[in-house]
């Protein structure tokens, strides 16, 4: 072993490490300007839970995301580093996209913003403060949106300029099959989606989370890999994610009658609101996309 070298590698990761950390500190201040008429820190200080979830699923979403650029081959390190930096400043414009594609179209007549601070009263009499159901949808598709970029970016071949052309025509079309998806799901559940999770129904945001998750999983395996050509890269893209949706869809079913022999996704939602149930299901998904993902 050769110990200079170790140490050079060691030295550069750590570089990495504080660069990533630097992004994600920097998706915390622009996300506390877009929402200055609230204090975030105050309300995760207080528990709010909908404003911790929206939170925790924006840095996961951006460190996903940032392991892919930090994969592949050397050009060196310090063209590794102004690739790294440029595609993390990439990289927290798409999150904040995908912020407002979920706001406007995925939760369409919903305010995320005035939901998180809103004070719900539970079934149960109790009170809160946030919709933990659309915190759990919004930290969902960061998620989904962070495998989606990891796959893009950690491609090889093409030239620098090509990979950021990539990052953004795979980041579109992976954000269009989300929201066609989102509205499958919709289409298939038993009952109004957007209705319990504006309710404030935490069972019925993990169920969609869940569903957008697995899907990120699945398309990321199905970017990842050598650039081989726009046409080709676009139909692969195209025929995994349409093999993706009907597979997850097709799960979803299997695993509603599997793991919830005695009842129902709809009863366990609508009914008993049972997070617990839900965070299974949605586990069972995610378990299965990563079989798929690496099963391709």
């Not at 950390?21 to 820190?41: C, Q, Y």
């Not at 400043?89 to 594609?101: D, H, P, V, Y």
């Not at 913003?113 to 009499?125: L, M, N, S, W």
Request: with cysteine; charged share 15%.
């Amino acid at each position: 072993m050769n110990i200079a070298v170790t140490l050079t590698g060691l030295a550069q990761g750590v570089t990495y490490v504080i660069v990533g950390i630097f992004f994600i500190w920097l998706v915390k201040i622009v996300d506390d300007w877009r929402t200055k008429e609230f204090d975030d820190d105050v309300h995760i200080d207080d528990g709010n839970v909908a404003v911790g979830l929206r939170r925790a699923g924006l840095y996961l979403g951006i460190a996903i995301a940032l392991s892919g650029a930090m994969g592949g081959a050397s050009s060196g390190f310090f063209l590794d580093l102004i690739h790294l930096l440029v595609d993390g400043l990439i990289i927290t414009g798409f999150m904040f996209s995908a912020r407002f594609i979920n706001d406007f179209i995925m939760l369409a007549n919903i305010n995320n913003d005035e939901e998180c601070i809103k004070t719900f009263v539970q079934p149960d009499g109790s009170k809160c403060v946030g919709n933990r159901a659309v915190g759990m949808v919004e930290a969902g598709m960061y998620i989904a949106t962070g495998f989606i970029l990891h796959g893009s970016i950690s491609g090889t071949g093409g030239t620098f300029f090509q990979g950021i052309v990539s990052s953004i025509l795979f980041f579109i079309l992976g954000q269009i099959v989300l929201l066609v998806v989102g509205l499958l799901y919709e289409l298939i559940t038993p009952f109004n989606v957007r209705k319990e999770i504006k309710d404030n129904n935490l069972a019925a945001g993990i169920g969609l989370s869940g569903i957008l998750m697995a899907l990120g999983i699945i398309l990321m395996s199905s970017i990842s890999g050598p650039f081989t050509g726009w046409a080709n890269d676009i139909v692969s893209f195209s025929i995994y994610a349409v093999f993706g949706i009907v597979l997850l869809l097709i799960c979803r079913a299997v695993i509603d009658k599997l793991l919830l022999p005695t009842t129902n996704i709809a009863t366990e939602v609508i009914k008993d609101r049972n997070v617990a149930a839900m965070i299974v299901v949605a586990s069972a998904i995610n378990a299965v996309a990563i079989i798929i993902a690496f099963s391709m």
